[in-house]
């Protein structure tokens, strides 16, 4: 039997360990998985990915939502071989693009005016696709996360976020099979920003799913996990080409 690999997850901006259940779940077989709470804990990205750097076993496998992908980066970026894959779900490796600088600003300014629920209706109508707007279960999980997060700790993963900066020139650097997802209807992080990833990686392979936006790993979890186990036991050949499914 192959050894089983340790598998951290990063969940994202005003996510929790929710948006991993059905991955938990299905890759258990495959991996020893856990979920940090590093995104929660520390006012900048370099700080969460050192705070993973420090809880982790010595040798660990990656995966990151949106924010928690940028931390996923940065992860492999200082630890070097001690992270063996990289599984980036809805991510950039730039932080430090105009018209998200301007999104984060006024959510910031809503932030400090208190207008959680006003944040939390915005954000739900990114982070889902059209058809799972009209899923009150899957609104309910996206309430229910944002509600463990809380305004203050999205506050500060907001500031964390308009602070981070550029990994692109990293990215060559990077020596790992790395799986790059991102939904086909993704308005808050478009399929280009994903591909400037896996084009800057060698060993990567891009996936683009239909019928979902930002929140995949809870829109498509079956193929997400799918996915990963493939990536994990390398049945999926990272060689640079991409997939829409």
């Not at 993973?52 to 010595?58: H, N, Q, Y």
């Amino acid at each position: 039997m192959m050894e089983k690999v340790n598998l951290v997850f990063v969940p994202g901006l005003l996510c929790t360990d929710v948006l991993w259940r059905r991955q938990l779940e299905t890759l258990a077989d495959v991996a020893d998985v856990r979920v940090t709470q590093q995104h929660l804990r520390h006012g900048s990205c370099d700080e969460m990915a050192d705070a993973i750097l420090a809880e982790c076993p010595p040798n660990f496998a990656i995966a990151g939502s949106s924010m928690g992908g940028y931390v996923a980066l940065l992860v492999k970026i200082k630890g070097g071989a001690r992270v063996t894959h990289i599984c980036l779900v809805g991510s950039t490796a730039n932080l430090n693009l105009e018209k998200q600088y301007e999104r984060r600003q006024m959510l910031l300014e809503q932030a400090d005016r208190g207008n959680f629920e006003e944040i939390k209706e915005q954000m739900v109508r990114v982070f889902l696709n059209a058809d799972n707007l009209n899923n009150a279960t899957m609104k309910n999980l996206v309430d229910t996360m944002a509600e463990t997060v809380g305004l203050d700790c999205f506050t500060r993963q907001l500031k964390a976020l308009i602070h981070g900066g550029d990994l692109r020139g990293e990215l060559q650097k990077i020596d790992c099979p790395t799986l790059v997802l991102c939904g086909e209807e993704d308005r808050l992080l478009p399929v280009e920003l994903s591909r400037q990833i896996s084009r800057g990686i060698r060993q990567s392979k891009l996936v683009t799913l239909k019928g979902a936006a930002h929140l995949l790993p809870m829109e498509r979890p079956d193929t997400v996990s799918e996915l990963m186990q493939q990536w994990l036991t390398g049945t999926l050949p990272m060689d640079g080409t991409e997939l829409t499914i």
